[in-house]
């Protein structure tokens, strides 16, 4: 079966202006299947999100291509990368400023519907069924970004993600900025919904945080310094980390 | 100890709002008189009367007579309309094309918004009122070339600020969330960008209605401005000026009118810059 999302040799270059340039990411391949859910671990400046931004085409990539449903997206722009984005979407890291501060969590989950197509009163029913999908009430769509908790913005963030009923949810270290009961509550919230959609929703989940990814996760890459160091089933790599990155990665949580 | 400091905050907001009342009404009633200025003329501003030529200000003429018998005051309410309203006129102009260029280089980035800001530079290199009486004098005299002179120095503040404001949208999550929206880039800087920056940028405006108003009155003083007859606060002062020393009323009454606008303006200006100052909207 075709995978989700395929990446090969994927690099990521930045000139330097008057130093070296920096290899932000360097030659990574991987596979993302249907259903699955992948780890991407690595500590701060190790290329995770520029993986990330690539994949969603908010940073050219230097080299390499991204595959997503079995189509090129490397170079896509316009109307093509819309169309890309109907199959992708994202959680963002810190879930306040995710939204428009001066739009309301409606506006921002509807705008996707609206660019589908649907009219004013069908996208209200959907936000309001999105929002009580992801464990909100309806009225929490007429609220401010300011006005409600991180854990219910990143909710939001979810339910504004899964609108499109897309292939690939990106999880950027969707769990980072919230406290641990939060933290649960989120994963088992994603949890829930790819259950629910069996082998619809294929998820990549960052996190620097390895014990959430040995709960959550099918398979995880290990990154360093822009290579992909080590990737596996979570709970093999915990037990025998064949990589010197990896080891001090476990060691400094145990 | 708290209770104290969250007392004075109370008052320095409502002393915000007070001020943004009372200059916001005189703003208002400027507007309001410069509107109806018509209906509130004594006298009519272009009717001659030699015979009674430099009159001091009495209980007829509030503000004297000038050297064709002109009254005064009835030439300053109707030179409010001229002046506030290219004023205006050239602070609208300014904000909406320097906005406009701004965040077209912020978005778009590249060559495009190097050139721009290079040529933005050229236009900040000059010193500004000289560069606007070239243009001028180029383009010949009257108050339409004024304001054409005067929106092509004072552009690019603006670009600037629109540039460095939407560079900074840019980067927020919510951007990026809206462009995985699907929606276009139209879409976009009118919903997400424009909303977002355009307080600073109206801020910036108000408070440059009294500097463009003086510039105005100057270029006019210098006779690159209104023609005459036209009631125009600076042309006034312009052809009035030989009078000074012998007839002050003449010179001084469209010059204590552009004092009084100027300053209204202004403190309307830093009033809103300090309600919309996010420091003073924290409770």
């Known amino acids: ?254 | 100890m708290s209770e104290v400091t969250v007392r004075k905050q109370k008052i320095k907001k409502d002393t915000v709002r007070i001020r943004l009342i009372l200059f916001g009404s005189l703003a208002l009633l400027l507007l309001l008189c410069s509107i109806f200025s018509d209906y509130l003329t004594p006298y009519d501003p272009y009717l001659q009367d030699l015979g009674n030529a430099k009159a001091p200000p009495s209980a007829a003429h509030l503000f004297g007579t000038d050297r064709y018998g002109r009254d005064m005051l009835s030439r300053v309410i109707v030179g409010s309309r001229t002046s506030i309203y290219s004023t205006l006129l050239l602070v609208g102009i300014v904000t909406a094309l320097g906005t406009a260029v701004g965040v077209f280089c912020g978005w778009h980035g590249k060559w495009i918004d190097t050139v721009l800001m290079r040529i933005s530079d050229m236009f900040l290199a000059f010193p500004g009122l000289v560069f606007a009486m070239a243009v001028a004098g180029v383009l010949g005299g009257g108050l339409q070339n004024a304001i054409i002179a005067l929106a092509a120095i004072s552009w690019p503040k603006y670009a600037r600020i629109a540039r460095s404001q939407t560079l900074a949208q840019k980067e927020t999550p919510w951007l990026k969330a809206a462009l995985l929206s699907g929606s276009g880039t139209w879409k976009i800087l009118f919903k997400h960008v424009l909303p977002n920056i355009i307080g600073p940028i109206l801020v910036t405006s108000m408070l440059d209605i009294g500097t463009m108003m003086m510039e105005l009155a100057g270029l006019s003083f210098l006779g690159l401005g209104a023609k005459p007859p036209t009631a125009e606060w600076g042309s006034m002062m312009s052809d009035t000026r030989s009078l000074l020393t012998t007839r002050p009323w003449v010179t001084l009454a469209p010059g204590f009118a552009i004092f009084v606008s100027v300053m209204i303006f202004n403190l309307l200006g830093d009033t809103i810059r300090d309600y919309a100052d996010p420091k003073s909207r924290r409770r």
């Open chain 1, 1 to 254: 079966m075709e995978p989700v999302l395929k990446v090969s040799d994927l690099t990521k270059v930045f000139t330097g202006r008057g130093h070296a340039d920096l290899t932000a990411v360097d030659h990574i391949s991987f596979e993302l299947h249907s259903g699955e859910c992948l780890g991407l671990i690595g500590e701060s400046g190790s290329g995770k999100t520029t993986v990330v931004n690539m994949i969603t085409r908010l940073l050219d990539a230097s080299g390499g291509s991204i595959l997503l449903d079995g189509r090129d997206i490397t170079r896509v722009r316009g109307k093509e990368l819309r169309m890309a984005y109907r199959k992708m979407q994202m959680v963002f890291q810190t879930p306040a400023d995710s939204f428009d501060p001066r739009r309301t969590l409606g506006d921002g989950i509807g705008e996707s519907l609206r660019n589908l197509g649907l009219s004013r009163e069908e996208t209200k029913k959907e936000v309001a069924r999105l929002l009580t999908e992801c464990g909100l009430t309806p009225d929490f769509a007429g609220r401010y970004p300011h006005e409600v908790s991180g854990g219910q913005c990143q909710r939001a963030a979810i339910a504004r993600a899964l609108s499109v009923k897309p292939r690939l949810l990106i999880c950027d270290e969707a769990t980072s900025s919230l406290d641990v009961t939060i933290q649960k509550e989120i994963v088992a919230l994603l949890n829930e919904l790819r259950s629910q959609r069996g082998g619809e929703l294929s998820i990549l989940f960052i996190c620097h945080d390895i014990a959430l990814v040995q709960q959550f996760c099918d398979r995880v890459l290990v990154m360093y310094r822009g290579r992909i160091v080590e990737q596996g089933i979570p709970d093999a790599i915990i037990r025998d980390p064949g990589d010197a990155y990896t080891r001090r990665l476990i060691d400094s949580i145990l």
